[in-house]
């Protein structure tokens, strides 16, 4: 499975920002995938993941620091999923990484619960 994110840049305090994430290859083992960041300095981390069964567009996690800001969908038609961002702050600053794999619950919002990730993608939002 390969992962491509696009959407990234330079985006002002309070602007929304769309990412997207592409998978190609055997993907129909998959049944979740998640967003992360690593800001400069700091580890990578969960903010958001989304796992489906069978046809299901899937359900949702995010964690507190970007829930009612951050929406993840998925289009399985085409094999993505897009991370919505709106009200952007500087401390959303970061490399965005997009993966994909089967974790279970205990794992969704880990690194270890994934096998594929992308090359990720630079957002930066000016204060």
């Known amino acids: 499975v390969h992962l491509v994110e696009s959407g990234g840049g330079l985006v002002q305090t309070g602007r929304p920002l769309t990412l997207s994430c592409a998978a190609s290859g055997t993907t129909s083992g998959i049944h979740a995938m998640g967003w992360f960041r690593q800001a400069s300095g700091s580890v990578c981390v969960s903010f958001g993941s989304?796992?489906?069964?069978?046809?299901?567009?899937?359900?949702?996690y995010y964690t507190d620091s970007v829930k009612g800001r951050f929406s993840i969908s998925r289009c399985k038609a085409k094999s993505t999923i897009s991370l919505q961002m709106i009200a952007l702050k500087p401390e959303d600053t970061a490399v965005y990484y997009c993966?994909?794999?089967?974790?279970?619950?205990?794992?969704?919002?880990?690194?270890?619960?994934?096998?594929?990730w992308g090359q990720g993608t630079q957002v930066t939002v000016s204060s």
């Open positions: 989304i796992r489906w069964t069978g046809g299901s567009t899937g359900k949702t």
């Open positions: 993966a994909a794999g089967r974790p279970i619950q205990s794992t969704i919002a880990t690194t270890g619960g994934y096998a594929y």
